[in-house]
């Protein structure tokens, strides 16, 4: 499962390298954060849940077996350490914007997405993402966005893969839905 360049970087860290780790962090810090910001919805929540993941990381690297691949394991502290921060913030955050989306009308969804299309499409994308739970932000983020396939994405989430397929399904319809009231919304505010 690992490469010779993993198994030569965890053999330096767990000498206690801090070059080595400097490199493990450089490696992952992008995939790291872009997985944070997609669940947690806010960049300085992602600052902090990064650095969190990486001290996590460096504190079980004792523990790590190698079973998987370092990229997988890195990812599933991430998305753990992710769901964590969610449940603590969880309590404080009310959605009540999507309250407010839930009110508009809507459109056919073929009208949504060429809407869509002809708007800036990644950050309305993004906008629609963190209106998702962080669970169904992480599966379509690692699926679509990291391009994972769902033996990796089984791996990293430690849900199994009939599991994973049903999330992204039901992910894609949530996503969907808040796509087209986004769109709609954004139609009337033009119009009016």
């Not at 780790?21 to 990064?50: P, Q």
């Not at 996590?56 to 190698?66: H, I, M, P």
């Not at 502290?77 to 404080?92: E, H, M, P």
């Not at 994308?125 to 599966?139: F, P, T």
């Amino acid at each position: 499962m690992l490469t010779n360049k993993d198994k030569q970087l965890i053999s330096e860290m767990r000498k206690g390298n801090t070059r080595a780790f400097s490199d493990l962090v450089d490696s992952y810090k992008d995939m790291v954060f872009t997985l944070s910001v997609r669940m947690l919805g806010n960049r300085e929540e992602a600052e902090e849940v990064s650095q969190d993941v990486f001290i996590k990381v460096f504190k079980s690297l004792q523990n790590f077996k190698g079973d998987s691949k370092l990229s997988t394991w890195v990812y599933r502290i991430a998305y753990n350490t992710c769901l964590d921060r969610i449940r603590k913030i969880k309590k404080k955050r009310i959605h009540t914007d999507l309250e407010h989306i839930d009110q508009i009308a809507y459109a056919d969804l073929d009208t949504a997405f060429q809407k869509m299309l002809e708007t800036e499409r990644s950050e309305l994308i993004n906008q629609c993402l963190s209106k998702l739970s962080a669970e169904d932000a992480g599966v379509l983020t690692l699926f679509y966005l990291e391009e994972k396939n769902l033996q990796e994405m089984e791996k990293a989430t430690s849900l199994p893969v009939n599991t994973l397929k049903v999330r992204l399904y039901r992910a894609r319809k949530r996503l969907a839905s808040i796509m087209e009231k986004s769109v709609n919304k954004e139609i009337l505010q033009s119009n009016g």
